[in-house]
Nanobody, 116 residues
Framework: QVQLVESGGGLVQPGGSLRLSCAASGSIFNIPTMGWYRQAPGKQRELVATITRDGSTDYKASVQGRFTISRDNAKNTVYLRINSLKSEDTAVYYC??????????WGQGTQVTVSS
């Protein structure tokens, strides 16, 4: 069964940048659309960025222009570049299929904390 491992999070000052990675232990090529999710303390998990197999992207309005999702099908890895970090970006970030019907077991996520 495919496993997901997220990495790249950390403690960053407001305005900083991070690049998150999500490595799958098996092929994700057959998953049409992958996504990055985040879950802030006390809030539900939300989908913030998606990317199709051919590279088309879409973003939650609140992150548009600051988040960039990319995908390397050969490496079974999905990335999320986050620029101009804000305190409200503080959350645990996860990747998975964008469609619930294609979800695979969730990884442990990677913590992003934005604080001065």
């Amino acid at each position: 069964q495919v496993q997901l491992v997220e990495s790249g999070g950390g403690l960053v000052q407001p305005g900083g940048s991070l690049r998150l990675s999500c490595a799958a232990s098996g092929s994700i090529f057959n998953i049409p659309t992958m996504g990055w999710y985040r879950q802030a303390p006390g809030k539900q998990r939300e989908l913030v960025a998606t990317i199709t197999r051919d590279g088309s992207t879409d973003y939650k309005a609140s992150v548009q222009g600051r988040f960039t999702i990319s995908r390397d099908n050969a490496k079974n890895t999905v990335y999320l570049r986050i620029n101009s970090l804000k305190s409200e970006d503080t959350a645990v970030y996860y990747c998975n299929a964008a469609a619930r019907s294609n979800w695979i077991p969730w990884g442990q996520g990677t913590q992003v904390t934005v604080s001065s």
